[in-house]
C-alpha cells in the first residue's frame, strides 16, 4: 500500500491527467450520438476480440481431448474398411450374413517418446496390455506404416521403429505386382531400401511401395513410400531400391496398431510347417 501510495504522489500529474482525459472522453460520447456509436463500435470490437482470443485458448487446452476423440473414431473407421476384412469362400449363401468377416482391428495409441536419429530406433506408446496390445503386432500412421511392437506393459509398449536395422517387412511394387523386402540402412530417415526385385522388371522412379499379402502383420495394400531411385549393382541380378517413406517418423503424435484376428492360428501352421521339414 505505501508503494501504491508513493507511486500516485510521484506520478500525480499524470495519473490526474488520464482521470480527466477519461471524463472528456466519457461526457463527449454522452452529449455526441455519433461519437457514443463510435465508442460503441470500438467497445465491441475489443470486446469480441477478447472473447475470441479466450475461446482460441480454451480450443488449444482442449486440443489434445480432441485430438484423442479423432484418433479413436479413426481406428474405429479403419476397423471397418474392406482392407481389415477377409472373404470367407465357405460362407453358405443360406447364411445371411456377409462373406467378409472381420480380420484386423485397430487401436490407436499416442507416442509418448520416440529417436530417429539413433541406429536403431524405437517409439514408446501409451497403450499396453492392459488394452490389449500383443508383440509382433504392426503399428502404423495415418500416412504409413511405423513398426512392430517389440515389448508390452500393462500400460505402455516398446516399438521397433521403422528406422531399425531389425525391421524387415515384405512389400510389393504396386504397378508390378512384385514382391520384396523393405529394411533401413540406417543412412536417412526418411527413406527405406528394398531389396529382391529382379533385373528383368521395369522399375521406375514414383512406383508406388505397399505392403504385402504374405506379413500378418499389416493388411495388404497399407501404402509404404514410392521409388525415389534405384540402381543395378555391378554384377547383380536384383536392384537395390531407395523408397521415399510416406510417415514422417520425426513427427509422430498418433499411432495404430494393428492387430490380425487370425494371426496366432496363421503362426501356429507355419511353425508346424518348419518343424515337420527340419
Not at 463510435?38 to 487446452?61: E, H, M, R
Not at 500383443?134 to 516399438?159: C, D, E, L, W
Not at 494393428?258 to 511353425?271: F, H, M, P, T
Request: with cysteine.
Amino acid at each position: 500500500m505505501r508503494r501504491f501510495l508513493a507511486f500516485l504522489i510521484k506520478r500525480h500529474i499524470v495519473v490526474l491527467f488520464l482521470i480527466l482525459q477519461s471524463l472528456a472522453l466519457y461526457l463527449s460520447a454522452q452529449q455526441n450520438a455519433f461519437q457514443k456509436a463510435g465508442y460503441i463500435s470500438s467497445s465491441n470490437y475489443w470486446i469480441g476480440t477478447y472473447y475470441k482470443f479466450l475461446n482460441d485458448a480454451v480450443s488449444f487446452v482442449r486440443l489434445s481431448t480432441i485430438n484423442d476423440s479423432l484418433s479413436a473414431e479413426n481406428a474405429r473407421l479403419k476397423t471397418l474398411l474392406v482392407t481389415s476384412l477377409r472373404y470367407d469362400s465357405t460362407t453358405k449363401t443360406s447364411v445371411i450374413d456377409t462373406a467378409l468377416q472381420q480380420q484386423f482391428t485397430y487401436t490407436w495409441a499416442k507416442v509418448v517418446n520416440s529417436t530417429a536419429h539413433l541406429s536403431a530406433n524405437y517409439l514408446i506408446i501409451d497403450k499396453g496390455s492392459n488394452q490389449g496390445i500383443k508383440p509382433r503386432s504392426g503399428v502404423m500412421t495415418s500416412n504409413g506404416i511405423a513398426g512392430i511392437v517389440h515389448q508390452v506393459s500393462p500400460h505402455f509398449s516398446s516399438v521397433i521403429s521403422v528406422l531399425n536395422p531389425k525391421f524387415r517387412l515384405s512389400c510389393i511394387i504396386e504397378p508390378l505386382n512384385y514382391t520384396g523386402v523393405i529394411f533401413w540402412d540406417g543412412s536417412d530417415y526418411q527413406t527405406g531400401t528394398l531389396n529382391d526385385i529382379p533385373r528383368h522388371l521395369p522399375v521406375k522412379k514414383g512406383m508406388k511401395i505397399v505392403t504385402s499379402p504374405y506379413s500378418n502383420l499389416f493388411p495388404s495394400g497399407i501404402p509404404v513410400g514410392y521409388i525415389s531411385d534405384f540402381e543395378l549393382p555391378s554384377g547383380s541380378n536384383t536392384y537395390k531400391i531407395t523408397v521415399k517413406l510416406n510417415s514422417d517418423m520425426r513427427k509422430l503424435d498418433y499411432v495404430y496398431v494393428v492387430d490380425d484376428l487370425l494371426k496366432e492360428e496363421r503362426n501356429v501352421l507355419e511353425k508346424q510347417i518348419t518343424e515337420d521339414v527340419q
